[in-house]
């Protein structure tokens, strides 16, 4: 019998562990807090200026040769494309795959792309690197490779279920977003992606994130379906201070809608990505809050201890409500946050940026906890993200859910039945959801309304909707000064029992 003394019974319990060897996010983790440990070094983008100073249409002519995509020669479920640089995208992010038995670089090479008409001297192109990358499945067809996945820009990514077209963005992290001071925005600098074996259903993406004032691991694992899910387990570090820490970031787009119709004639009676902020409370409230393209920056702040969820939806899916062939609005998926564990104490916030184009993301929301550890400590942020067209599956069936919330100018009907405006302005807010609909029309359901000090109540009043099984809330105020922005709350309920979520709305300031 050979025993194991000294020196050698290291080395072969060595190999025995590099035997099962495995990259986890504490790999990443390691790297981030050391990372968090020292000074903030600015990264410098190696982009000539040819390429930096490109205008967007030159941008998209370099294209990636669908026929080299990574991982196309082997059995995988998933393939991965990559993004050249160019424009704004001008920092390297360093890509490497990760296998059962090692971690290698996926080297940059210009041959994998076609530049279209940008003329270029290869030299100048040969030792760049990749702005980021690109994930494609058979999601609507067997026969295709579907573009399911994005991870371009700062720590933001896109991700698409079944039979949906790219909307809103998820992010990694936020920081002192709509604050006096600027918004800083972190940056994923370098990718892990495992490759996934040829009966796998999902891919696992590890990243490591940097900013002047933190750092950080993820771990992503990708499930594609109808439904396409993102769990994300992160790890952060603080370098210094921040005046707000933004988790779980989602980014959209809101022009115009029901709510605020649009100021010049367009045939789209609407246009946004995402028409209102959902939360589920942890104490089991559930709150809409319709969505603004307001005059002047608003922020919103719902003041929440351990959020069951939150997530920018797009309720509303008919083409009849977007009426646009090429854009798709009605494809664009929603995203909900499903918080995991205990988050504590903080708010969900909302924010809206005035826009005059849908080519800008104007809507931002995150949640913020009410303290942060000292500097170096370690924040831990678990969640699935969900992206999703049936916002009905998200929401509680006993609680009923805003359909929609019209706008109009108020008016009172005169004894020759001819409408007068009488100068208030009046929401329409249909609730409807499966509980709901099986009440009788004869229900006594009765409004619970609440206003802010900058409005007068003139109407409230409830109707069964013999078209949607559900109920319409009239809410009819007058606006004191239409140069402060207006509150409004409101629910359904029958008896002592709430039978809805809580409409949540502020009405901009005119000015």
Do not use: C
Not at 88 to 107: G, H, Q
Not at 150 to 157: C, D, N, R, T
Not at 179 to 195: A, C, Q, T, V
Request: proline share 6%.
């Amino acid at each position: 019998m050979i025993k194991m003394r000294g020196i050698g019974a290291a080395v072969l319990l060595s190999l025995y562990a590099s035997s099962s060897w495995a990259f986890s996010i504490d790999d990443v983790a390691k790297q981030a807090q050391e990372l968090a440990g020292k000074g903030f070094e600015t990264p410098k983008s190696n982009l000539p200026s040819q390429f930096r100073e490109m205008k967007f249409a030159d941008y998209q002519q370099i294209q990636f040769n669908h026929d080299k995509a990574y991982w196309s020669k082997l059995k995988t479920p998933f393939k991965l494309e990559f993004y050249h640089q160019g424009m704004y995208f001008d920092m390297p992010v360093k890509l490497n795959e990760v296998t059962a038995t090692s971690v290698r670089e996926i080297k940059y090479n210009p041959d994998l792309f076609t530049f279209g008409n940008v003329k270029h001297d290869p030299e100048t192109v040969k030792n760049l690197g990749y702005a980021g990358f690109k994930v494609l499945y058979s999601l609507n067809s067997k026969d295709k490779h579907d573009e399911i996945g994005s991870f371009l820009g700062a720590s933001y990514f896109r991700v698409i279920g079944g039979d949906q077209v790219y909307g809103l963005s998820a992010r990694g992290l936020a920081i002192d977003t709509a604050l006096p001071s600027g918004e800083e925005f972190p940056r994923f600098k370098e990718y892990w992606i495992e490759r996934p074996k040829p009966q796998d259903k999902h891919l696992v993406i590890y990243a490591l994130l940097d900013s002047p004032r933190a750092a950080g691991a993820y771990r992503f694992i990708i499930r594609p379906g109808k439904e396409t899910t993102v769990d994300v387990q992160s790890k952060v570090y603080l370098r210094d201070n921040v005046g707000k820490l933004g988790v779980a970031p989602l980014t959209s787009m809101f022009l115009f809608g029901p709510n605020q119709p649009s100021p010049i004639v367009n045939y789209r009676p609407a246009l946004h990505d995402s028409n209102g902020l959902s939360i589920h409370a942890g104490n089991g409230e559930w709150i809409w809050r319709p969505l603004n393209n307001p005059k002047h920056l608003a922020v919103s702040t719902f003041t929440v201890e351990n959020p069951k969820g939150f997530g920018l939806l797009q309720r509303g899916r008919d083409f009849s409500q977007f009426q646009d062939l090429d854009d798709r609005y009605d494809k664009r998926p929603s995203g909900w946050v499903e918080t995991q564990g205990d988050w504590g104490k903080g708010r969900v916030e909302l924010v809206e940026i005035p826009t005059a184009d849908e080519t800008n993301d104007n809507i931002v929301a995150f949640w913020s906890p009410e303290s942060l550890p000292e500097p170096g400590k370690e924040m831990k942020f678990n969640y699935r993200l969900h992206f999703t067209r049936d916002e009905g599956q998200l929401h509680s069936p006993e609680t009923a859910y805003v359909k929609s919330t019209l706008r109009s100018t108020g008016d009172v009907k005169q004894s020759n039945l001819v409408r007068q405006p009488d100068g208030t302005i009046a929401f329409l807010v249909d609730f409807v959801g499966p509980e709901m609909s099986k009440l009788a029309a004869n229900t006594p359901v009765a409004p619970q309304v609440s206003v802010g000090a900058n409005g007068e109540v003139v109407e409230q009043s409830v109707r069964y909707n013999d078209v949607t099984k559900g109920w319409r809330l009239t809410l009819r105020l007058r606006v004191k000064d239409n140069k402060q922005a207006t509150e409004m709350r409101a629910a359904l309920i029958n008896g002592d029992k709430t039978l809805t979520e809580t409409w949540s709305y502020q009405l901009p300031a005119n000015e």
